[in-house]
């Protein structure tokens, strides 16, 4: 009996053991591609600020703004009523949606994820200055939390997605469209998916307080 225990306890400890490798080395590899695809993430940040810009400095023609005024109020209704935890498991799965979708349609020579930037920043720079407009421009601090760890997941989801497309520049297309892609889910699932639920957390029990 004694020795049934030992070898179970030694199968437990040798499992733990191969777990916690696995994740050590699965985060390795992770923040290893992520330094290898910098530069995309660089330019992802580069046309999210850019467009942030446009959004704040350009006036948006008529249609586009009422398009805009009509997702936002679409997106209040949609919340409005929620719990706090219904309110971030809400908000992790359009922010998980939106940078799964943003990173692997990427496939269609980058495209997407670049559309993705595009929109996301104008957004951002619309709502900011209306924020501005109607509170003052102190209120824009309200918007930091919301952000600050929504945007980086943001920002390498659309950065791998621009590599991903990327794969069409390579001698061996194949190989490297499989090698980006399988490395970018890595990243996504141990990088991504942990910064949108801490995202989701901040973000969703920030608007149940501040709306209660």
Same mark, same amino acid.
């Given at each position: 009996?004694?020795?049934?225990?030992?070898?179970? /306890?030694? @199968?437990?400890?040798? @499992? @733990?053991?191969? /777990?916690?490798?696995?994740?050590?080395? @699965?985060?390795?590899?992770? =923040?290893?591609?992520?330094?290898?695809?910098?530069?995309?993430?660089?330019?992802?940040?580069?046309?999210?600020?850019?467009?942030?810009?446009?959004?704040?400095?350009?006036?948006?023609?008529?249609?586009?703004?009422?398009?805009? %005024?009509?997702?936002?109020?679409?997106?209040?209704? #949609?919340?409005?009523?929620?719990?706090? =935890?219904?309110?971030?498991?809400?908000?992790?799965?359009?922010?998980?949606?939106?940078?799964?979708?943003?990173?692997?349609?990427?496939?269609? %020579?980058?495209?997407?994820?670049?559309?993705?930037?595009?929109?996301?920043?104008?957004?951002?720079?619309?709502?900011?200055?209306?924020?501005?407009?109607?509170?003052?421009?102190?209120? %824009? =601090?309200?918007?930091?939390?919301?952000?600050?760890?929504?945007?980086?997941?943001?920002?390498? !989801?659309?950065?791998?997605?621009? #590599?991903?497309?990327?794969?069409?520049?390579?001698?061996?297309? =194949?190989? !490297?469209?499989?090698?980006?892609?399988?490395? !970018?889910?890595?990243?996504?699932?141990?990088?991504?998916?942990?910064?949108?639920?801490?995202?989701?957390?901040?973000?969703?029990?920030?608007?149940?307080?501040? !709306?209660?």
């Amino acid at each position: 009996m004694p020795r049934k225990r030992k070898k179970k /306890k030694h @199968s437990k400890n040798r @499992s @733990s053991k191969l /777990k916690k490798n696995f994740l050590e080395e @699965s985060y390795r590899k992770s =923040w290893q591609y992520l330094k290898e695809s910098r530069i995309f993430i660089y330019a992802a940040v580069f046309f999210f600020l850019f467009f942030i810009l446009i959004g704040f400095f350009v006036p948006a023609p008529e249609i586009i703004e009422l398009k805009i %005024l009509e997702f936002i109020e679409e997106m209040l209704q #949609k919340t409005e009523g929620m719990s706090q =935890w219904e309110l971030v498991g809400f908000i992790l799965l359009n922010n998980a949606q939106s940078a799964f979708f943003g990173m692997v349609l990427g496939v269609m %020579l980058g495209i997407f994820p670049l559309v993705t930037a595009v929109v996301n920043g104008y957004l951002l720079g619309f709502v900011a200055i209306r924020v501005i407009e109607a509170d003052g421009i102190l209120t %824009l =601090w309200r918007l930091f939390p919301h952000g600050i760890f929504e945007l980086p997941a943001l920002f390498v !989801s659309i950065g791998l997605g621009l #590599k991903l497309g990327s794969f069409i520049f390579r001698e061996s297309k =194949w190989e !490297s469209l499989k090698n980006y892609f399988f490395n !970018s889910l890595r990243v996504f699932i141990f990088v991504v998916i942990p910064l949108l639920i801490l995202a989701a957390l901040i973000e969703g029990s920030l608007i149940f307080f501040l !709306s209660n």
